[in-house]
DNA sequence: ACGTTGACCTATA
DNA sequence: GTATAGGCCAACG
């Protein structure tokens, strides 16, 4: 698999229960900002993969569920998100600011 | 092979 | 604050 997909895939399943991350904040941590659609691409491929990816904890930077309608049904991304403790509104996650979580800086910096 | 689309982001108007 | 433009790379028709 290569390097960009198979980090994308690592990143993703650090990320702590109740918190979220975003494609942007994985594409920077990757090194590619501006190539966070992969990211999205690379999501896609998920669900393929032999190990779990927890998808449903990566949003946009707005903090919205973009891509629920890719989990089978609508609905399950939210009640992943909710059943960690992340409240979501209209598909958007509250408080997101407080749920982000920075694969630069936690990664990096510990 | 070419054109369009896509789970995005930043910048400019 | 909404709208449009540009960019990135891969998959699909």
Known sequence: MNDFYDKVYDVVRLIP?????????????????????????AMNNAHVQDRFVPAHRVVNR?????????FGSST????LL???GISVI?????????????????????
């Open 17 to 41: 229960a109740g918190k979220v991350t975003s494609y942007g904040a994985i594409a920077a941590y990757l090194g590619s900002v501006q190539s966070s659609r992969m990211v999205g691409w």
């Open 90 to 110: 209209n598909d958007q996650i509250v408080d997101f600011n407080r749920h982000f979580w920075n694969p630069m800086i936690e990664l990096d910096m510990e």
């Open 62 to 70: 707005n903090g919205l569920l973009t891509g629920k309608h890719h």
């Open 82 to 84: 909710e059943a960690e």
């Open 76 to 79: 399950i991304m939210q009640e």
